[in-house]
């Protein structure tokens, strides 16, 4: 069972976007529409915020344009941010980096692209961090659904084909450059095109 001091050390950073219509899920929506791929985006954002609901961690809602004032993540237990940097890598780099300073001891990353993703493997990485530098969930695309580490490591961010099946293999090959200790949690289906659907069992 995860430790409670432990979750309350740990922040989890949740990236997200602003569900408007065209603008999220686009690749998706080359396959099935703009409206459908927004309604696909809406119930995965919903499946993220039911999963971390639960962890007594501290949860940090990071949105890729302005800050929503009232949305689904008008919660207690979330605190809203704003990315900045000039590249996805950049603007994970700056969230990991601003939560370390604040004197948190794990920080780990997720999305809302990842519908098979539960709670209780939130509690995995967070466990993992006991005894690793890194934890990564890895995707079957090749990317990763989940990043966290103990302590702010830049080159985790940097020098990585985003959006491309090589981002965890670069990442990993990053963790074992600098010979840090790092655990794989199961590797799980995201949602970036109409064919993984089916394979997270989301009918529309």
Not at 114 to 142: K, M, S, W
Not at 158 to 176: E, G, Y
Not at 191 to 198: F, P, T
């Amino acid at each position: 069972m995860t430790n409670f001091n432990n979750l309350m050390r740990t922040a989890l950073i949740i990236f997200v976007r602003h569900p408007e219509l065209g603008k999220v899920k686009t690749r998706l929506a080359k396959g099935i529409g703009n409206e459908k791929a927004l309604s696909v985006y809406n119930l995965l954002l919903g499946h993220t915020r039911q999963i971390t609901i639960p962890l007594n961690c501290r949860k940090f809602i990071y949105y890729t344009d302005q800050v929503i004032e009232h949305d689904i993540w008008t919660f207690p237990g979330y605190t809203k941010r704003q990315q900045f940097g000039e590249d996805l890598g950049a603007r994970m780099s700056n969230a990991f980096k601003e939560l370390f300073e604040q004197g948190f001891k794990r920080v780990m990353i997720i999305g809302s692209d990842c519908y098979q993703l539960q709670t209780h493997v939130l509690e995995q990485g967070i466990d993992a961090l006991n005894d690793n530098d890194v934890v990564v969930g890895p995707t079957f695309d090749g990317g990763y659904y989940l990043l966290g580490c103990n302590h702010y490591i830049p080159e985790l961010f940097t020098d990585k084909d985003w959006s491309t099946d090589q981002v965890a293999t670069q990442t990993i090959s990053t963790i074992s450059q600098l010979k840090l200790n790092h655990s794989l949690l199961e590797k799980l289906h995201d949602v970036d095109e109409a064919a993984d659907l089916e394979l997270n069992g989301i009918s529309l």
